[in-house]
């Protein structure tokens, strides 16, 4: 057997590989960039096996003697079969990203490790064969055979010992995402230093749609949870924060649609918590330890079935956003004297079916907006605070309300605030006759004259 066939079988598998590489160069930077967002120095280190191999590859496609027009186009094949087979990589990524099967990026990576390591491994048998046939240049073929491998055991090594993907910031680093050995870890502790640095933030995506994470330890230096970072974890159940955790802000669907998470328990630190960041998860969150609570966003807490008791205990509390615990379970609702939220926002617990109390107590509650209470088919009787000075259209409409108790004050309506269903106009339009007002006699021109109360004139009850 001649040295021919062996150095045309290198030089075609050498092309093959050379767009390989390129492809998935471009492929890391496009897609790396989109899902990810930066890159560490750690992740450049899976680059530098590659980029050996393909400048090598280069030199040996130039300079070798052996090569002709039928290896040109069958290199020129190769490099249809490279293209295609990084087209179809991508294509299927996509394809998981629109059905939220896994992470694209840890996807991605996985694959191109393994290619990566396939295609070290065949050069390296390759080297052997040829070291097999020929004894020139064995030192210089070896020690670039060898490098390449040894970068992907270090690599190896470095990924088991740190998962994370991270970036610097003036206070530490932010984990922005995960190798792909780690892809399968049913637990995960967020540590609270990497190298030197402290692990202040876990950043937008970074774990989202994970199939398999189902515990997650942070650790107390963590003060941030980004936009969307453990959304659609469908396996994940336990959120495990240290007793002397500094979070403060959970970004919006930060945990959304984890639908099995059930073991949350919020640090008293936190200050932010986002639109829809637990919308459509399994937690039951206790909030009257939680005084440092400034803002609730839109839809935060939707479709949390396991919502039963909820006390507000924050006089920090500014906002309570639309629909933020709309369609839950909640049974009891209470405010305290201290809280100083002035409005409650539109279909704040809207269809919280199963309501059976609302304790306002002396809050500072001012006005409760357009269908805040709708459908609260469970609730009987309500009795306002006195600071309360306006009730939206439908705040209460379609509820089970059969006694009122207003405030010694007047509470103005600004549409009918206890109307039942209207089939005609698809809205709560209907005047509630069997229902009891109470209102402060001093106030009964107030409440005949108001817009909102019109057809309610027979279901006033005056006290003095």
């Given at each position: 057997m001649n040295k021919k066939p062996i150095t045309q079988i290198e030089s075609k598998f050498n092309m093959y590989s050379a767009l390989y590489i390129l492809f998935a160069l471009a492929g890391y930077f496009l897609f790396g960039m989109i899902n990810i967002g930066s890159f560490s120095v750690l992740e450049w280190f899976k680059?530098?096996?590659?980029?050996?191999?393909?400048?090598?590859?280069?030199?040996?496609f130039i300079l070798d003697p052996y090569k002709n027009h039928k290896v040109m186009k069958k290199s020129l094949f190769a490099i249809i079969i490279g293209f295609g087979l990084e087209s179809i990589l991508y294509i299927g990524n996509m394809i998981i990203h629109y059905f939220n099967f896994m992470s694209v990026k840890s996807f991605t990576f996985f694959l191109s490790y393994l290619l990566s390591f396939i295609f070290i491994l065949i050069y390296f048998c390759l080297f052997m064969i040829m070291k097999m046939r020929e004894?020139?240049?064995?030192?210089?073929?070896?020690?670039?055979?060898?490098?390449?491998?040894?970068c992907f055991l270090i690599l190896f090594l470095l990924s088991n010992i740190n998962p994370f993907v991270t970036k610097k910031t003036d206070d530490g680093v932010d984990i922005v995402g995960y190798l792909p050995l780690a892809l399968n870890r049913r637990e995960i502790d967020v540590p609270d230093t990497i190298g030197k640095s402290k692990v202040v933030g876990i950043r937008n995506e970074a774990f989202k749609y994970n199939q398999s994470l189902e515990i997650i330890k942070v650790s107390s230096n963590v003060i941030k949870i980004d936009e969307e970072a453990f959304k659609t974890c469908y396996k994940l159940k336990e959120v495990r924060f240290k007793d002397d955790s500094m979070l403060e802000y959970i970004g919006e669907g930060a945990?959304?649609?984890?639908?099995?998470?059930?073991?949350?328990?919020?640090?008293?630190?936190?200050?932010?918590?986002?639109?829809?960041?637990?919308?459509?998860?399994?937690?039951?969150?206790?909030?009257s330890y939680?005084?440092?609570?400034?803002?609730?966003?839109?839809?935060?807490?939707?479709?949390?079935?396991?919502?039963?008791?909820?006390?507000?205990?924050?006089?920090?509390?500014?906002?309570?956003?639309?629909?933020?615990?709309n369609n839950t379970s909640i049974t009891n609702l209470e405010f305290s004297d201290k809280v100083n939220l002035e409005r409650i926002e539109e279909e704040a617990f809207s269809s919280c079916y199963y309501l059976l109390s609302i304790d306002f107590h002396n809050a500072n509650i001012k006005e409760i907006g357009m269908r805040a209470?709708?459908?609260?088919?469970?609730?009987?009787?309500?009795?306002?605070?006195?600071?309360?000075?306006?009730?939206?259209?439908?705040?209460?409409?379609?509820?089970?309300?059969?006694?009122?108790?207003?405030?010694?004050?007047?509470?103005?309506?600004?549409?009918?605030?206890?109307?039942?269903?209207?089939k005609t106009t698809f809205n709560y339009t209907l005047v509630k006759n069997n229902i009891k007002i109470y209102i402060n006699s001093d106030f009964i021109d107030n409440y005949s004259n108001a817009r909102g109360y019109t057809g309610y004139e027979n279901c006033f009850k005056y006290y003095k």
């Open positions: 680059f530098i096996p590659l980029i050996i191999i393909g400048i090598e590859y280069v030199i040996y004894e020139k240049k064995i030192k210089r073929n070896l020690l670039i055979t060898l490098i390449p491998i040894v945990f959304k649609t984890c639908i099995y998470l059930n073991v949350l328990d919020l640090p008293k630190t936190i200050k932010y918590i986002g639109s829809e960041a637990f919308c459509g998860s399994g937690i039951d969150v206790d909030f939680l005084e440092n609570l400034e803002y609730i966003g839109d839809k935060a807490f939707e479709l949390c079935y396991n919502l039963k008791d909820l006390r507000f205990n924050s006089d920090k509390l500014s906002y309570l956003g639309v629909g933020a615990f209470f709708v459908n609260s088919v469970s609730l009987p009787t309500i009795r306002f605070n006195n600071n309360l000075e306006s009730l939206d259209f439908a705040s209460f409409g379609g509820s089970g309300i059969m006694n009122v108790y207003m405030n010694d004050g007047f509470i103005d309506a600004l549409g009918n605030p206890f109307g039942e269903f209207s």
